[in-house]
């Protein structure tokens, strides 16, 4: 059994998009447009964690043409919470402005905590701040050609998530439409927005824990936010 993996779903509004991918790939329509100042809203949260987390927020800053504005009040484009049972997850893009509640969040960074280790901070910030940004899943592409070994993968979400299939299915198998999509056009097992994939979870991949921005990560959300 591998270690713990810590698992970002999958949280859209009503209506949910269709099937499949593109990698590197980002929802069309979803991404902020070159240039716009993104207003960031904690709801709660230690100001060590909060500090953190913006810090390697802005390493997405480097790349793309777009600002973050770190705010104390209204309005704002996304609202981060730090709800320890629900995990860490955001909204794909501008997904967030269907959420009109304002005490609501769009982002989730259950897991962090002052004590939590740097890389850990690298791998989960970067990789819901890839969601803020319109960025999707890597894993999900249509042609990204994973041998998945369904039984293991079925098996070990069951046990440590409490997934029933249809639930891995829709997280880890299931593919956006790529008509849906602007992408790439090759897999990137070191892109920020794959998930882990252990030795034993597919026949022809293993993928570790990806903690930084990779250069195909880098190219494309510059292309983006041009």
Not at 25 to 54: H, M, N, P, Y
Not at 137 to 144: G, L, S
Request: charged share 20%; with cysteine; proline share 6%.
């Amino acid at each position: 059994m591998p270690d713990e993996i810590r698992t970002c779903i999958d949280v859209f509004p009503d209506p949910q998009p269709k099937t499949a991918t593109e990698r590197m790939a980002l929802v069309q329509g979803k991404s902020w447009g070159s240039g716009w100042t993104l207003r960031i809203r904690f709801l709660e949260g230690d100001a060590a964690v909060q500090a953190k987390v913006k810090a390697v927020a802005k390493k997405w800053l480097d790349f793309a043409n777009i600002y973050f504005a770190f705010v104390d009040a209204e309005p704002s484009h996304v609202r981060i919470g730090f709800a320890k049972g629900a995990g860490s997850w955001s909204l794909i893009g501008k997904d967030s402005l269907t959420i009109k509640n304002v005490a609501m969040p769009t982002m989730n960074l259950g897991w962090l905590t002052p004590e939590t280790p740097d890389h850990e901070y690298s791998r989960v910030v970067l990789h819901e701040f890839g969601h803020a940004l319109g960025c999707i899943h890597e894993h999900q592409h249509p042609a990204a050609g994973i041998d998945w070994n369904k039984p293991a993968v079925y098996d070990y979400y069951k046990k440590t998530n409490g997934w029933d299939q249809a639930k891995v299915d829709k997280q880890i198998f299931d593919a956006y439409d790529r008509n849906l999509l602007v992408s790439t056009k090759a897999a990137d097992p070191q892109s920020i927005m794959m998930y882990p994939i252990p030795p034993g979870f597919a026949n022809n991949l293993v993928v570790g824990w990806n903690e930084q921005l990779s250069a195909t990560d880098q190219t494309f959300i510059r292309s983006v936010y041009v």
